[in-house]
């Protein structure tokens, strides 16, 4: 089975500063999905980011970037010009490309902003 | 749009008694999804339905535990009797069609006392 491995259980940033979160992931497929979420004290969880293997190019959602390393097996989270709402949990997860409908979490990495 | 809607938000309620959750995914969305998370066990996929029929159901822990999603806009997980080890958040998703991203809804805070 696939396993998502988050290694930081908690981070911390001072606000406008940049952090990067660590993602590691096991599967013998090639054709799969990644992303990130978040989840904020609320509880919901929020798609921050997704990433297609195939694709070579990272993904960038605003001040939200990734860097996928395929070989490697690796997909970090950046967040440029931290702010207080990116306090979180943020769960990296992986897709498969065969069974699409099955996600597996990561542990989960906790960021704290401050101010 | 509204989003994956969940409630009731937060649940309390003493062993042996019966919890039904409740989920209206997004218009439109084909794939229904529930997940639990709880601090040991991280996130874990209960179930999941297609055009409201159930196509794997092999997360889901026990006979104590059933789902049904009578139509496009409702579905139900339902719990009895409960057990104070099913405290947990339980998550509700649904996505556009096979492989597209999933979107969770609020979750649902459940107590069993």
């Known amino acids: 089975a696939q396993t998502v491995t988050q290694s930081q259980p908690e981070m911390s940033v001072q606000e406008a500063e940049t952090v990067t979160l660590s993602c590691t992931y096991d599967?013998?497929?090639?054709?799969?999905?990644l992303f990130w979420y978040k989840q904020p004290p609320s509880r919901q969880m929020i798609l921050v980011i997704r990433q297609e293997a195939y694709k070579q190019q990272n993904a960038t959602e605003n001040r939200f970037s990734v860097n996928f390393q395929k070989a490697a097996k690796s997909f970090s989270l950046k967040i440029s010009d931290s702010q207080l709402g990116d306090a979180a949990m943020y769960f990296c997860a992986y897709r498969s490309g065969n069974n699409f409908n099955k996600f597996y979490f990561g542990s989960g990495t906790k960021l704290n902003v401050k101010p | 749009d509204a989003g994956v809607i969940q409630s009731p938000r937060h649940e309390v309620t003493e062993m042996g008694q019966e919890v039904t959750l409740r989920c209206k995914p997004i218009s439109g969305h084909d794939y229904l999804f529930w997940y639990r998370q709880t601090m040991m066990r991280g996130l874990e996929l209960l179930i999941y339905f297609n055009n409201n029929v159930p196509i794997d159901d092999s997360g889901m822990p026990e006979d104590r535990f059933s789902a049904k999603m009578p139509n496009a806009s409702f579905s139900t997980l339902k719990i009895q009797p409960s057990e104070p080890r099913d405290s947990a958040v339980y998550f509700c998703a649904s996505s556009a069609g096979v492989g597209e991203t999933q979107y969770f809804g609020p979750g649902t805070r459940l107590l069993v006392l």
């Open positions: 599967t013998s497929e090639s054709d799969y999905y």
